[in-house]
């Protein structure tokens, strides 16, 4: 099955600066990738996803960059703010498409 | 958007009872919806993958016995939690797949279970 490394397990940053995680996979196979953001006691929320036919998608503050040879994928967050504080957790498909999930990284955004 | 609940959203059983969760997808359909177990500080573990119309297919390791798994309507999955113990307490999670969006799936608010 997939297997989901993800580092680093927490991260701080100063308001402002830039926030990035990685996650390798080790199915080739999998063609999706997308990024949860989860609050405190909350449902994760899909905050940006990337298919394996492009090596990066931007939103906003948020970018994923792919790349396919190497099996591994990040999330960028720019321009950090509190609100930016959660714990980001990456996911890759299974053979059934049934997700993933890396172990996550708790991001604290230091005012 | 995609929306999804989840009820109860807590719930408190003493210790031998069984408890029903209920997935529903609000505003599409969802021929596949997941369920996980979410531990305190810890990443979400896939439990089962439901199916509408046919049998779920469980993870290793977790008690299709112990956790029943219903996919009844193409809106609605439930998770039973037979004869509960205090060591099933813990964060229930479904998900739903869009069928327009084969790959994306949208989480439920969760289920705090504790068992006494």
């Known amino acids: 099955g997939e297997n989901v490394e993800q580092h680093p397990s927490t991260l701080s940053v100063q308001e402002g600066d830039s926030a990035v995680i990685k996650c390798t996979y080790s199915?080739?196979?999998?063609?999706?990738f997308p990024w949860y953001k989860q609050e405190l006691g909350k449902r994760p929320q899909l905050i940006i996803d990337?298919?394996?036919?492009?090596g990066e998608k931007k939103d906003q503050r948020i970018a994923v960059t792919l790349n396919k040879t190497a099996k591994h994928f990040s999330l960028h967050i720019t321009e950090t703010q509190p609100e930016d504080s959660a714990v980001y957790f990456c996911?890759?498909?299974?053979?059934?498409?049934?997700?993933?999930f890396g172990s996550g990284t708790q991001l604290t955004v230091l005012p | 958007g995609a929306v999804v609940s989840q009820h109860p959203s807590r719930v408190i059983c003493k210790s031998g009872t069984s408890v029903k969760i209920e997935c529903r997808s609000l505003?599409?359909?969802?021929?596949?919806m997941f369920w996980y177990r979410q531990f305190p500080k810890q990443s979400l573990m896939l439990m089962a993958t439901s199916n509408e119309g046919s049998k779920a297919t469980y993870e290793q390791g977790v008690e299709k016995d112990k956790f029943l798994i219903n996919h009844a309507s193409l809106t609605l999955s439930t998770l039973t939690v037979t004869s509960a113990h205090p060591e099933d307490s813990s964060f229930y999670i479904c998900?739903?797949?869009?069928?327009?969006?084969?790959?994306?799936?949208?989480f439920g608010p969760g289920t705090r279970l504790l068992v006494l």
């Open positions: 996911a890759a498909p299974g053979s059934l498409r049934q997700l993933t």
């Open positions: 998900s739903a797949r869009d069928l327009r969006r084969q790959e994306t799936q949208y």
């Open positions: 505003d599409f359909q969802a021929t596949t």
């Open positions: 990337i298919r394996s036919n492009v």
């Open positions: 199915d080739s196979a999998s063609n999706y």
